[in-house]
């Protein structure tokens, strides 16, 4: 062959393997022959970046109007609750990034509303589950003790109302006792001067007697009748309660991104529900907003290890939905968590930024191993923000709980509910010392203005960061295999006890 011609076939074969070269990075760009565009690689600075307030306050809009539709609430089998699910499904749907499942359930909700007159005046006072409804008017007795055995309730009770304090055992073994003294009403009193939050009888009725309408107050206000009482007058009360009791079907919404290793899958986590009484759009629509604002963004790109994003419902009830879940997880299922993360309240109004304590070197009790890992990061990334962090305990008052039952290492952020700010809280955040993270809390205020959107965001974007880092790469958290769990903690507790952990998050900062 002429030198001319070997130069031709050269030729040939440059130009025919440059053009299997550019068909194959053709065929690269677009995921392969016929597929779309291969997504990017998750990047934790471009996800947190692309989260913004906009798209919260929108959300918070949308979850604000669905609240109007069962009056202004988005308890759980409620059409506010229905709609907020609905909303959620929908907008993740459209990414078609995630396969998505409603994950059902049905649990007892109970709902009252009570009003106290004593003496022709007002008192605020909180509806008690279970409570029956009625309008009874009779002088207070003062109950001996705290009205935990039937004998603290002397024969004057009968025909009257009973006035006991809240502590030691249930407050429905408290009322059942009553009833069986044949007092017409009850009203309890807070163990703490300030009110209570919520309460319940536990259960829709007791052996030890019947229920009779209940009113729950102040430890303050509980203290004044009885200094009165105490004086020689007589003290007479009006209490008037409306009630009910009904079997409610309800979903936890469970989206899973189509790539990642699903024997790795990074759970985050946040309650959809409210309490009845209002809106709920800190407590926890802040932590579902800002998990679903994260999983819209993250749809653009491919990950490593899958995430898995869920909306608890009945948390408000003790936890209901979460333990649901974790119960009916295989254990081999359950080896497949590598890790979860909770939000619950990521921006009350007189904020401050908790990160949960997973060493336990702060609260003495420290996540499944593994939780102190998820600790340092947050605590790494709001310093690079230049933002103090205070520590949170895993004290059993969210949906983190039955995943650290079952020894799955956990982690998340909050920023107060009922507690008071304290002066170094003041100093290293701003705000108010003395005054609630949250005045809001469990009431009828908790609507868009009462979100503090700077936290909201930051810890939003924090969110983002997290779920990208963890979508990359666990490193440093345990893989090994954990001994198998056969119950729950959560699963033991009391319908009253339930109840207490999800009102109580203030258990959980130092």
Known sequence: MSKQGRMKVSLAIVLAVSGLLAHAQDAASVGGPGRPPLKPLVNPKALEDSVNRKNLLNHAHQFLGFSKLSNNTRAFGSKGHQATLQYIKRLLDQTGAYDIEFEKFTYAYSEATSQLYVDAQSYPTKGVGYSPSGNITAPLVVVNNLGCEASDFPEAVKGQIALVQRGTCQLGLKVAFAGAAGAVGTIIYNNLDAEPISGTLGAPSRPQGPYVPVAYISGLNGKAFIASIAQGNEVVANIRVQSFVEDRETSNVIATTKTGDRNNLIVAGAHS?????????????????????????????RVKNAVRFIWWSAEEFGLIGSEYHVEHLSDEDRQKVALYLNFDMIASPNSGYFVFDGDGDATDIPGPPGSEVIEQLYRAYFDSHNIRTGSAVFGGSSDYQPFVDVGIPSGGLMTGASGLKTAEGAQWWGGDAGVAYDVCYHLACDVVENLNVDVWERNSKAIAHSVASYALSIEGIPRDPRPPVRSLRVSKLSYEERLHLSCDHDDDII
């Open 273 to 301: 529900d409210s309490v009845p009484a209002g809106p709920g759009l800190n407590d926890d629509g802040s932590g579902s907003m800002g998990i679903l604002e994260v999983a819209l963004r993250l749809a653009r790109y």
